[in-house]
């Protein structure tokens, strides 16, 4: 079984950066892809990004692509997103989550654990 807890959340101002990282504890990381994904205000969970097992490939939603980066170090079983020019409508509850695949996808029900989510709030 996986645990997955986020840090790193908070407010900011449009325009600002924000690190959200994800520990995992209980299994072996490095066989998970691991994926971000958000849910803001009266929405439902969307995809952000994505890294593969080995962190060697990518994925992005289109509305993140070239702002936002995801990244994994295996050695200390964290995931991180990166996340820059901060936008209001990026204001959500940030949730990682891993798949016992190599890669991840788009689609929330094929990850297998959950973290419980960071706040992230964007002033205008």
């Known amino acids: 079984q996986v645990q997955l807890v986020e840090s790193g959340g908070g407010l900011v101002q449009a325009g600002d950066s924000l690190r959200l990282s994800c520990v995992a504890t209980?299994?072996?990381?490095?066989?998970?892809?691991m994926g971000w994904f958000r849910q803001g205000p009266g929405k439902e969970r969307e995809f952000v990004a994505a890294v593969t097992r080995s962190g060697g490939s990518t994925d992005y939603a289109d509305s993140v692509k070239g702002r936002f980066a995801i990244s994994r170090d295996n050695a200390v079983n964290t995931v991180y997103l990166q996340m820059n020019s901060l936008k209001p409508e990026d204001t959500a509850v940030y949730y990682c989550a891993a798949r016992v695949f190599y890669a991840g996808t788009y689609n929330a029900r094929d990850y297998n654990y959950w973290g419980q989510g960071a706040l992230v709030t964007v002033s205008s």
């Open positions: 209980g299994g072996t990381f490095s066989n998970y892809a």
